[in-house]
């Protein structure tokens, strides 16, 4: 079976951090771009980070670019998004997804910043 499961996610006061872990299950994980989005209340879920299936090449969202970092571990299965520098603004929920068709998605994460 299919699976993607998103951990990490919290409470943490703006200027903290966070690391998210998604974890891979049921295909070749090392075969997939895999991608970080999030969607926060009353808005469409937005691309975060995008990560080829090398790790060799990745993408950033302009609202995130240089304080969020994209990796990935091959050889766990496992898709990372450190969050440096927290903004109330990054509060959202916060998803895993393979790049396939259909899109393979996670059942997300909760990451709030707030005082």
């Known amino acids: 079976q299919v699976q993607l499961v998103e951990s990490g996610g919290g409470l943490v006061q703006p200027g903290g951090s966070l690391r998210l872990s998604c974890v891979a299950s049921?295909?070749?994980?090392?075969?997939?771009?895999m991608n970080w989005y999030r969607q926060a209340p009353g808005k469409e879920r937005e691309l975060v980070a995008r990560i080829t299936n090398s790790g060799a090449s990745t993408n950033y969202a302009d609202s995130v670019k240089g304080r969020f970092t994209i990796s990935r571990d091959n050889a766990k299965n496992t898709l990372y998004l450190q969050m440096n520098s927290l903004k109330p603004e990054d509060t959202a929920v916060y998803y895993c997804s393979r790049v396939s068709v259909p899109i393979v998605w996670g059942q997300g994460t909760q990451v709030t910043v707030s005082p």
């Open positions: 049921g295909f070749t994980f090392s075969a997939y771009i």
